[in-house]
């Protein structure tokens, strides 16, 4: 007759449960495995040229986010219809978070969907980070002998035709040089309106002279700040880094105007919605991958040292902005059709 002996019993329950312990793991540990993403490079797309602030920043934020999201990531340009094509490019991809949108996102997307035929919506996009939002500087070339807001608006109201002026297309400052036509009263074929794909050539237009007038985002002007003569800053405070320049409704004062302030150009990442619901895990990643690199005091001294914007505002307030912006454009931006 065998005798019961609990030392041996407890050692046989014991390998049970370190048995069943382990068969439990072995399918968690190869699930893990088998989600762990990203497996390959990304892509950022950029709406517009090489050069401008949309590109740059794009370009800035995937040289050391690749640290953060372990693949590297690469970055395409896709420039046309002021942005349209590369958010149309973008929503075309699989919705597996390989390909993302990493552009000015506002106030391109809104002009494209209320202005421009776009076959999407804001709510097809999950907007992840709006790294650079700036302000618009109303600039003149140092050739055409501008030198203030009222001069701009005489010169432009009593030379039909004579005067030109760079803006992006479907940005921030081509919706403000329009509102600046209307409330001055001027019509708007008296001024050539010159859009570019990307800020970099509307800037290089301006400084050597092709245009006489530019309206583009105020911190990427200043590599030019030599060639123009700043007029006004589109805002309602003072800019840091142009100080001394006027606010626009108080350089307007002087000829008896006034126009509604529209927000500036916002730059950073967005994806599909539709990835952002398919794998809120891989969404979760990408944001905390940005988000970190936003933390990384390299990736700040780097941005700092070539003039870019360093906000992180996170999917939340990013996409209050961008809606915000959009609301703007809906009502003025028919103004752009006429």
Not at 126 to 139: K, M, R, T
Not at 153 to 174: C, K, L, M
């Amino acid at each position: 007759m065998t005798q019961w002996n609990p030392a041996v019993t407890r050692r046989a329950g014991m390998a049970l449960l370190l048995s069943a312990a382990a068969a439990m793991t072995m399918p968690t540990q190869a699930l893990a495995q088998a989600e762990a993403w990203p497996e390959r490079p990304i892509t950022f797309v950029v709406g517009f040229g090489v050069g401008g602030s949309a590109d740059r920043t794009a370009r800035a934020l995937a040289q050391f986010m690749t640290e953060e999201i372990g693949q590297p990531i690469t970055v395409v340009n896709r420039d046309g219809a002021g942005g349209q094509l590369a958010a149309t490019y973008v929503l075309a991809q699989p919705n597996d978070g390989y390909t993302l949108l990493a552009t000015a996102i506002s106030p391109y997307l809104a002009n494209s969907i209320l202005n421009t035929g776009a076959e999407y919506t804001l709510d097809d996009f999950a907007f992840i980070n709006g790294q650079w939002s700036d302000h618009d500087l109303i600039a003149a070339s140092t050739s055409s002998g501008i030198g203030s807001m009222a001069e701009m608006i005489a010169a432009i109201r009593d030379n039909p035709g004579e005067h030109s002026v760079s803006v992006v297309t479907g940005s921030a400052g081509e919706l403000s040089t329009y509102i600046l036509l209307d409330a001055a009263g001027i019509p708007f074929e008296n001024l050539n309106i010159v859009t570019y794909e990307s800020g970099g050539a509307a800037r290089a237009a301006a400084a050597g002279g092709q245009v006489d007038f530019t309206i583009l985002g105020a911190e990427g002007s200043d590599a030019i700040r030599d060639m123009i003569t700043p007029l006004a800053v589109v805002a309602e405070e003072p800019l840091e880094g142009w100080e001394g320049v006027p606010v626009v409704n108080d350089a307007l004062a002087e000829a008896g105007l006034e126009m509604p302030v529209v927000s500036g150009s916002i730059r950073g990442l967005a994806a599909s919605a539709a990835f952002r619901g398919e794998h809120p895990d891989r969404w979760e990643t990408v944001v905390l991958a940005y988000e970190r690199t936003m933390q990384n005091p390299e990736f700040l001294a780097f941005l700092e040292e070539n003039e870019i914007g360093a906000d992180w505002l996170g999917p939340e307030r990013t996409t209050e902005r961008v809606r915000t912006n959009y609301e703007i454009l809906e009502r003025f931006g028919h103004l752009m059709q006429q």
